[in-house]
């Protein structure tokens, strides 16, 4: 909810002034005398005092006074709210500039106890004020919402703590509210006792008047009231088996949900792993390849400087460089096959001329180196030698084929090339090597690369096998939501199992509670044919009075329409025995529940006030002092008005935590906050207001002028 405009008129203050809120810090500025507490008080009294037995001004100033106010309570529309000086009260909800009438009360007309449930039904914008109305009441509006100045504070009496248990303890469930419902169901005191109170005294009435009746008509015979009085005997045993028999039924049915809740906690611990072990897979991955980048920088600081990560690329570059490495292959077997050539031509001359040499020598020794007779074969014989070796020669030179080097040297060279294209192509970062050098490299190191490379694919097939950050964000809110949801149930475990007052630890013994069941079973089963033996000897007592009363059908009649009145009477009883027993249930959480909110309560008003005050009196106000203002419901008689403002400024603040409508909670309206206060307590002040106005509005009336830059500053 937030104020947006109003406009007001008072004779002697306020001539048709319209003032327009900010949504979040308004300061209206006005002197002395000026009207802003009025303003203030009639700002909040200005919705609720047709709804309320409670007003801050009374009727004697509205009836001067006119008042025109637009509020809203969401984005779809606002509320128009008009208070007349003759008294006339009407309110408008306004929606693409249609204004509906949806509650009206002129001068004359007494505003009844369920004014709310009057409201118009008619648009959804009347079913949210009724809503809200019924959720914000005004004593609640009033300790939440709006802060006196420190002269007036004092004259207000302090929250009641019945009001401040509401505000702290309500929330969209609506939990506590049903308990509060339960207990005026239940409650039996006070001029205004619940539903069922009444109702089981009225038959209790009824059926002491069939009673008396019957006792009348069985006067003369002394066999009645011994029948009667077992009758009422037999009668409370009954009744008390219906309790044991409830008590029993309810305990069963916790025990139940008690097991319900461990089947939840048991799949809850199995996603919970299951997501667990996926962040460890994702966390290993991550680690293997640290590892393996280190173990690569370790056994090929060689190729450090070359920065390639992508699989595609070091596929294509491996392949390129295979390409270039049989190419030398070919060139290293071509110069292999030429020295290996001259390697055989050696051995050929070599063996041609020891040949010739040799077979010269044995036939000149043969003939007694006799020149003349032999000299055309000898000269044959050594002609024939250098012929031979001249045609092997000249065959190597053939088979050499100096083109097939020729172009294997030009093959390589657009090798190298096409590598240097295609680093440069894909800008990969060379810290340590030019791209010239790259070649020699990849060949000085062929097997190292190769071993180099299929790591570096492994790195590069891990990482495109990692979860995007997004997802792996996503499953540790979905863990951090299961961990959550795991203790909810846990703490309604252990509620459940402090209620039934079960000595020992039956958390995580699904079997013994199932005994505990089976044995509840059993009991009921033998309470339910007790009540039935009973309910049987009932039935007998009942024939004997009519067998024995004088006036048989007078008595049939009356102990039809007695028993009649005691199972109505019977249904009463088990349905307060039961919502005895779930509110006995209920306390036990609302109790906890009181003491966690009044703690976090009074902490961050403890918070909010050291702030305040420069943790001047950090040690004089504690948590001790606050818990019994507040339970105590007064001011600590050591504690100054100054302080005493400051502290409960800091509540009130504090309460924007506890107490929500819509996203921006209800306003806050704060009646000259300044007068004790020094320039540093002020900044510490803004510093405050300015955080809790992006949470809630908040309108300062102060007639100090210094402060127009606070936010939306209007002067009256």
Not at 615 to 642: F, H, K, W
């Amino acid at each position: 909810m937030h104020y947006i405009r109003c406009i007001v008129y008072k004779n002697g203050l306020f001539d048709n002034r319209i003032l327009n809120f900010s949504d979040r810090l308004t300061i209206v500025f006005g002197k002395n005398a000026s009207g802003k507490s009025l303003l203030a008080r009639s700002l909040i009294d200005s919705l609720w005092r047709k709804f309320s037995s409670r007003n801050l001004l009374g009727e004697d100033i509205w009836s001067s006074l006119y008042l025109d106010v637009l509020f809203a309570l969401s984005d779809e529309g606002y509320y128009r709210v008009r208070n007349t000086s003759d008294n006339n009260f009407r309110i408008h909800y306004v929606h693409n500039n249609d204004e509906h009438l949806i509650f009206s009360k002129s001068k004359t007309e007494e505003t009844p106890d369920n004014a709310i449930s009057n409201l118009s039904a008619t648009t959804q914008g009347s079913r949210r004020l009724r809503d809200f109305l019924s959720k914000i009441d005004f004593g609640t509006f009033i300790f939440s919402s709006f802060i006196p100045s420190s002269a007036d504070i004092s004259k207000d009496p302090l929250i009641d703590y019945t009001i401040l248990k509401k505000i702290i303890l309500g929330e969209s469930t609506g939990f506590y509210d049903h308990y509060t419902n339960i207990k005026k169901l239940l409650d039996e005191s006070g001029d205004n006792p619940g539903r069922l109170y009444p109702q089981i005294l009225k038959y209790e009435e009824q059926r002491r008047e069939l009673d008396k009746k019957i006792m009348i008509i069985d006067i003369s015979g002394s066999k009645h009231e011994k029948l009667n009085r077992e009758k009422n005997n037999i009668r409370e045993e009954i009744e008390e088996l219906n309790g044991s028999l409830d008590s029993l039924s309810s305990q069963k049915e916790i025990l139940n949900k008690i097991i319900e809740n461990l089947n939840k906690v048991d799949s809850l611990k199995n996603e919970f792993q299951s997501i667990k072990d996926e962040i460890q897979r994702e966390q290993q991955k991550i680690k293997s390849i640290t590892d393996m980048k280190n173990e690569i920088d370790t056994l090929f600081p060689q190729f450090s400087g070359i920065d390639i990560n992508d699989s595609s690329n070091l596929d294509r570059l491996q392949e390129i460089f295979n390409d270039i490495r049989n190419l030398n292959e070919k060139i290293d077997n071509f110069y292999f096959r030429k020295t290996l050539s001259k390697k055989r031509f050696n051995r050929v001359s070599i063996a041609v001329s020891v040949t010739a040499i040799l077979s010269s020598l044995f036939i000149l020794i043969k003939t007694g180196f006799v020149f003349d007779k032999y000299l055309f074969p000898l000269s044959i014989l050594l002609s024939v030698a250098p012929a031979l070796i001249a045609g092997y020669l000249f065959y190597l030179m053939l088979s050499d084929n100096p083109k097939e080097l020729k172009q294997l040297g030009e093959e390589r060279k657009r090798f190298k090339e096409k590598i240097k294209k295609y680093m440069e192509k894909r800008n990969f970062e060379l810290e340590d090597y030019k791209l010239t050098e790259i070649y020699e490299l990849l060949l000085q190191y062929s097997e190292d690369y190769i071993n180099y490379t299929d790591r570096k694919k492994n790195i590069a097939q891990i990482k495109s096998s990692l979860k995007e950050e997004e997802y792996m964000h996503r499953i540790q809110m979905k863990l951090d939501e299961l961990k959550r949801e795991e203790e909810q149930i846990k703490d309604e475990i252990h509620t459940s199992i402090d209620t039934l007052k079960i000595i020992g630890d039956i958390e995580n013994e699904t079997t013994r509670i199932e005994e505990l069941i089976r044995n509840i079973d059993t009991e009921m089963a033998i309470i339910n044919e007790k009540i039935e033996t009973k309910e049987n000897i009932l039935n007998k007592i009942d024939g004997e009075f009519i067998q024995t009363s004088t006036d048989s059908g007078q008595m049939n009649a009356l102990i039809e329409e007695k028993n009649s009145v005691d199972k109505m009477l019977k249904k009463w009883k088990i349905n307060q025995n039961s919502l005895k027993f779930i509110a006995q249930l209920l306390s036990v959480a609302v109790e906890r529940n009181e003491k966690k909110q009044l703690k976090k309560l009074i902490d961050s008003t403890l918070d909010k006030f050291n702030h305040l005050t420069g943790n001047q009196y950090i040690t004089r106000i504690d948590e001790n002092m606050l818990s019994g203002m507040v339970s105590n419901n007064r001011m600590a008689e050591e504690l100054p008005p100054p302080l005493f403002h400051a502290l409960m400024m800091s509540m009130k603040i504090s309460l924007s935590e506890f107490i929500q409508f819509d996203d921006r909670g209800i306003p806050l309206l704060i009646d000259e906050p300044f007068q004790f206060m020094d320039d540093e307590r002020c900044g510490r002040f803004r510093d405050l207001v300015s955080y809790i106005s992006n949470k809630r509005q908040v309108i300062i009336f102060t007639h100090h002028s210094d402060k127009r830059n606070w936010g939306n500053f209007i002067e009256l």
